[in-house]
C-alpha cells in the first residue's frame, strides 16, 4: 500500500530528537509567526532539551510565535506537576522568550465540554498550527485519542484506555491519583495542521509504528490517520523501526 509519510529511520534515540528539534528550529527560523502545536511524554524529553540549546546557540526568537499544548489530563491544575502544561512551562516555555499570553493549553481542573469547544476555537482562530508535534502511544494513540477515536474528531473529553493508563503510571509518583481523563485535540484537529512531525524511539513503539505505516487505515490504530496527511514526517530511532521490512 502506497502512504505518504515520509519515514525517517535514524539510528539512536538522540538522532531522531534532535531531528525532531531541528525541524521546529527551522521552522521558527522561516516563519517567526509559527503557530507551533507542542507533545508531551518521555519521547519528548530530549527534543525541548535540544530545542532550548539550540535557541540559546543560535539566538533563535519565538517573540512572534503562538504555542498550543495537544492535550491534558482532566483534573490537574496547570501548577500540578504531572499536568502537561507544567510539563511544557518547565521543559521549553521557561526557558525561551515566547510570551506567556500566547501560550495555549486546556486547563485541566476546570475542564468540561465547553473547554474543550473553546480551546477548538482558540486553534481555529489562530491556526492552521504550522507544525505539530506527536508522540504515538503503545496502543498508537496520537494526543489521547484512543483506538475507536472518530478520525474527524475535535477537543473534546476522553477516557483514557487502560493501555495508555499503564504507560503513564510512570509519570505518577506511588502516592498520588493518576487521572484517568483526558481533554484532547481531536484527531480531527490534528490533522488540519501543516505539518505533523512523529517522533517514535524504542521497542515498546515498534508495533505502533508498523500499524501505522504498512496497515491500512483503521480506527483501531489511530495514528493511521496520518496516512490521508499530505505533509508528515516520522522519525524513528533503530528500534521505534525494527519491524519495518
Ligand atoms: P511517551 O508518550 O513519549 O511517554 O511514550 C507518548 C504518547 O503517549 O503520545
Given at each position: 500500500m502506497g502512504t505518504r509519510l515520509r519515514i525517517h529511520k535514524l539510528t539512536t534515540k538522540k538522532q531522531a530528537s534532535d531531528a525532531c528539534a531541528y525541524l521546529v528550529c527551522k521552522q521558527i527560523i522561516d516563519k517567526p509567526s509559527s503557530v507551533l502545536g507542542f507533545a508531551t511524554g518521555g519521547t519528548m524529553e530530549p527534543v525541548y532539551k535540544s530545542l532550548v540549546a539550540e535557541y540559546k546557540q543560535r539566538k533563535?526568537?519565538?517573540?512572534e510565535s503562538v504555542a498550543f499544548s495537544l492535550d491534558e489530563y482532566v483534573?490537574?491544575?496547570?501548577?500540578?506537576?504531572?499536568s502537561f502544561a507544567y510539563y511544557l512551562q518547565k521543559r521549553l516555555y521557561q526557558h525561551i522568550?515566547?510570551?506567556?499570553?500566547s501560550i495555549y493549553f486546556p486547563k485541566g481542573d476546570i475542564a468540561t465540554d465547553d473547554i474543550a469547544q473553546q480551546y477548538q476555537q482558540n486553534l481555529d482562530k489562530y491556526g492552521p498550527i504550522d507544525i505539530q508535534l506527536l508522540g504515538i502511544g503503545v496502543?498508537?494513540?496520537?494526543?489521547?485519542?484512543?483506538?475507536?477515536?472518530?478520525?474527524?474528531?475535535?477537543c473534546r473529553l476522553v477516557q483514557l484506555s487502560t493501555s495508555t493508563l499503564t504507560s503513564n503510571a510512570?509519570?505518577?509518583?506511588?502516592?498520588t491519583m493518576q487521572a484517568s481523563k483526558g481533554i484532547t485535540m481531536g484527531i480531527g484537529s490534528i490533522l488540519k495542521a501543516k505539518h505533523i512531525v512523529l517522533l517514535a524511539v524504542g521497542q515498546s513503539k515498534a508495533e505502533a509504528i508498523r500499524d501505522m505505516i504498512?496497515?491500512?487505515?483503521?480506527?483501531?490504530?489511530?495514528?493511521?490517520?496520518?496516512?490521508?496527511?499530505p505533509n508528515v514526517d516520522v522519525l524513528l530511532d533503530k528500534d521505534a523501526a525494527s519491524l519495518l521490512s
Open positions: 533563535l526568537s519565538f517573540a483534573g490537574l491544575a496547570p501548577e500540578h506537576p504531572q522568550d515566547i510570551p506567556k499570553q496502543n498508537a494513540h496520537i494526543a489521547f485519542n484512543e483506538p475507536g477515536s472518530d478520525f474527524n474528531s475535535l510512570k509519570y505518577f509518583e506511588s502516592n504498512c496497515n491500512e487505515q483503521s480506527l483501531s490504530c489511530p495514528a493511521s490517520a496520518l496516512q490521508s496527511h
